[in-house]
């Protein structure tokens, strides 16, 4: 499942899904319409918050379950010819999914008046609901551009009593909407503007007509036209349709959210210009329940309950060699002093340390979620007379592990779906027998988030939805008989090909 796009709509589609145990990524081009502003408003719970603030707490929720979050630019969605979609980043990494959410939202198109741009979003406002209030009682003034401009004058007029109109284009100054302002106290001047003009702390001052007069104005406010971000579906046969204000196109769909293309649903500003954080975020919740409606029908009607996870592994497992079949080099460094007893190799791949183990005398049980993979490991081990007991099961699935019967587990760089219950987490401690030790390795996450170093986001991997070493530490601290033995990061070394310099380490016993 894909959602492109992640602001209010998208996350809150992609939270509905991962809650749905839905394998989800969401694309964020990290271009919200909303960005300018210091703050967002109306939405209880939120009252206030910065929307970059918004978005941190946002992300971090749908990542408690698993949801990818990844930072790139969706620029084509295509057909495959299992009906899937196809998603191109512009990077040139490629996605597939069942189902996609277009939650790409607008840009809003300002008038051609000098300084509108650079106030957009703090002097200069368009909306009486996002930033009327912090306005009130303020010398304000609104350039009417279109006959919608007209739409929140009332508004505006209930704000404040020092309201100015000023008709720039687009209006006829007898009109009766016109007539009924004046009467109520606004001030109407018909002449088009110039310029703002902004003062010596950098906030607006006065717009500066074409006659040369000023108008006096600790705030401004205009209507912007608006434009869909829709270019990505183009291929898929997709085409905007004009809103009814005549100020730009939005993306049509039925009461589903569904669109005119089966399998892409919209949501959010691209479907709605009008549409504040909270009505976006209802609105992408609303449409992520429709789609997993829509999956589950699927799924149901072929007797499936597919995971996504084995899929996606299973295909990376099919062709050659992924990684060199090495033992890792943190599993021989910690675990080469240990006597050998049962371990539970946790995500065994294509079985390096599975095999490392068995050669040194532990009786293995090698996990994974692909099947394709546990062949492979069986097929090595057969070849050089080890014994290797396959395992298929998710570390994020109930009880996937016998509990308290392995001296060893052992997890290398396994993306372990996260949850808010910690599931995946307590799977790994209730598999250690007492006195037994956990070691649990994954790179350093530092670089990937940070794209630092030389280093970028793995393509298609957000390290944030998998558990974490702080996820271990903060469930052994409250989890009496642990002892953490081991926290650091150190420099990697041997083992599986990877671009990652530094490896986070973490080794704790269970105490006998």
Same mark, same amino acid.
């Given at each position: 499942?894909?959602?492109?796009?992640?602001?209010?709509?998208?996350?809150?589609? +992609?939270?509905?899904?991962?809650?749905?145990?839905?394998?989800?990524?969401?694309?964020?081009?990290? $271009?919200?319409?909303?960005?300018?502003? +210091?703050?967002?408003?109306?939405?209880?719970?939120?009252?206030?918050?910065?929307?970059? &603030?918004?978005?941190?707490?946002?992300?971090? *929720?749908?990542?408690?379950?698993?949801? $990818?979050?990844?930072?790139?630019?969706?620029?084509?969605? !295509?057909?495959?010819?299992?009906?899937?979609?196809?998603?191109?980043?512009?990077?040139?990494?490629?996605?597939?999914?069942?189902?996609?959410?277009?939650?790409?939202?607008?840009?809003?198109?300002?008038?051609?008046?000098?300084?509108? &741009?650079?106030?957009?979003?703090?002097?200069?406002?368009?909306?009486?609901?996002?930033?009327?209030?912090?306005?009130?009682?303020?010398?304000?003034?609104?350039?009417?551009?279109?006959?919608?401009?007209?739409?929140?004058?009332?508004?505006?007029?209930?704000?404040?009593?020092?309201?100015?109109?000023?008709?720039?284009?687009?209006?006829?100054? *007898?009109?009766?909407?016109?007539? &009924?302002?004046?009467?109520?106290?606004?001030?109407?001047?018909?002449?088009?503007?110039?310029?703002?003009?902004?003062?010596?702390?950098?906030?607006?001052?006065?717009?500066?007509?074409?006659?040369?007069?000023?108008? /006096?104005?600790?705030?401004?406010?205009?209507?912007?036209?608006?434009?869909?971000?829709?270019?990505?579906?183009?291929?898929?046969?997709?085409?905007?349709? *004009?809103?009814?204000?005549?100020?730009?196109?939005?993306?049509?769909?039925?009461?589903?959210?569904?669109?005119?293309?089966?399998?892409?649903?919209?949501? !959010?500003?691209?479907?709605?210009?009008?549409?504040?954080?909270?009505?976006?975020?209802?609105?992408?919740?609303?449409?992520?329940?429709?789609?997993?409606?829509?999956?589950?029908?699927?799924?149901?009607?072929?007797?499936?309950?597919?995971?996504?996870?084995?899929?996606?592994?299973?295909?990376?497992?099919?062709? !050659?060699?992924?990684?060199?079949?090495?033992?890792?080099?943190?599993?021989?460094? $910690?675990?080469? !002093?240990?006597?050998?007893?049962? &371990?539970?190799?946790?995500?065994?791949?294509?079985?390096?340390?599975?095999?490392?183990?068995?050669?040194?005398?532990?009786?293995?049980?090698?996990?994974?979620?692909?099947?394709?993979?546990?062949?492979?490991?069986?097929?090595?081990?057969?070849?050089?007379?080890?014994?290797?007991?396959?395992?298929?099961?998710?570390?994020?699935?109930?009880?996937?592990?016998?509990?308290?019967?392995?001296?060893?587990?052992?997890?290398?760089?396994?993306?372990?779906?996260?949850?808010?219950?910690?599931?995946?987490?307590?799977?790994?401690?209730?598999?250690?027998?007492?006195?037994?030790?956990?070691?649990?390795?994954?790179?350093?996450?530092?670089?990937?988030?940070?794209?630092?170093?030389?280093?970028?986001?793995?393509?298609?991997?957000?390290?944030?939805?998998?558990?974490?070493?702080?996820?271990?530490?903060?469930?052994?601290? *409250?989890?009496?008989?642990?002892?953490? /033995?081991?926290?650091?990061?150190?420099?990697?070394?041997?083992?599986?090909?990877?671009?990652?310099?530094?490896?986070?380490?973490?080794?704790?016993?269970?105490?006998?």
């Amino acid at each position: 499942m894909l959602v492109v796009g992640g602001s209010a709509a998208g996350l809150a589609a +992609a939270l509905q899904l991962g809650r749905q145990r839905r394998s989800v990524i969401v694309v964020d081009a990290g $271009e919200p319409r909303n960005a300018p502003a +210091a703050h967002m408003h109306s939405y209880p719970g939120h009252e206030g918050v910065a929307p970059g &603030a918004f978005l941190d707490i946002a992300r971090e *929720e749908v990542r408690s379950y698993a949801v $990818e979050v990844l930072t790139g630019t969706v620029v084509d969605v !295509g057909r495959a010819e299992d009906d899937r979609f196809t998603v191109e980043l512009a990077d040139g990494h490629r996605l597939t999914a069942r189902r996609v959410i277009a939650a790409t939202g607008l840009v809003d198109e300002l008038p051609d008046i000098e300084g509108v &741009a650079e106030h957009w979003g703090r002097d200069v406002i368009h909306c009486p609901f996002c930033h009327g209030f912090e306005v009130r009682d303020q010398r304000l003034v609104q350039i009417v551009t279109h006959p919608m401009g007209l739409h929140p004058a009332g508004l505006f007029r209930q704000l404040t009593d020092r309201l100015t109109l000023v008709l720039h284009g687009g209006v006829a100054a *007898e009109i009766p909407e016109l007539e &009924a302002l004046r009467h109520a106290g606004v001030d109407v001047v018909d002449a088009r503007v110039r310029r703002l003009v902004t003062g010596e702390d950098g906030h607006v001052q006065a717009i500066e007509l074409e006659t040369g007069e000023r108008v /006096e104005a600790d705030a401004v406010v205009v209507g912007a036209r608006f434009r869909v971000r829709a270019a990505p579906f183009a291929a898929l046969g997709l085409e905007p349709v *004009e809103h009814p204000s005549g100020l730009g196109e939005v993306v049509g769909t039925d009461p589903t959210g569904e669109t005119s293309v089966p399998g892409l649903y919209a949501a !959010g500003n691209v479907t709605d210009p009008s549409q504040q954080v909270l009505h976006a975020a209802a609105n992408g919740s609303r449409v992520g329940a429709t789609v997993s409606f829509s999956l589950a029908a699927e799924d149901i009607a072929a007797a499936a309950r597919p995971s996504a996870a084995e899929s996606h592994w299973d295909g990376r497992y099919a062709g !050659g060699p992924t990684w060199s079949g090495e033992p890792n080099g943190a599993l021989v460094d $910690e675990v080469g !002093g240990l006597a050998p007893g049962r &371990a539970l190799d946790v995500g065994a791949g294509e079985g390096g340390d599975a095999i490392w183990l068995a050669e040194r005398g532990w009786r293995v049980t090698a996990s994974d979620v692909s099947r394709q993979a546990l062949d492979h490991v069986g097929a090595l081990a057969t070849g050089r007379g080890l014994e290797v007991q396959p395992l298929h099961a998710d570390a994020g699935d109930r009880q996937p592990f016998a509990s308290g019967a392995f001296d060893l587990v052992t997890v290398h760089y396994v993306p372990i779906p996260r949850s808010p219950d910690d599931r995946g987490v307590h799977n790994l401690l209730d598999a250690v027998a007492p006195g037994g030790t956990l070691l649990f390795v994954t790179h350093d996450l530092a670089p990937l988030r940070a794209g630092s170093t030389g280093h970028r986001q793995r393509p298609g991997i957000d390290p944030d939805a998998f558990v974490r070493p702080d996820d271990l530490v903060a469930v052994l601290a *409250e989890a009496p008989g642990w002892e953490i /033995e081991v926290h650091e990061k150190r420099p990697r070394r041997g083992g599986a090909g990877s671009p990652h310099v530094d490896d986070l380490v973490l080794r704790a016993r269970r105490r006998g």
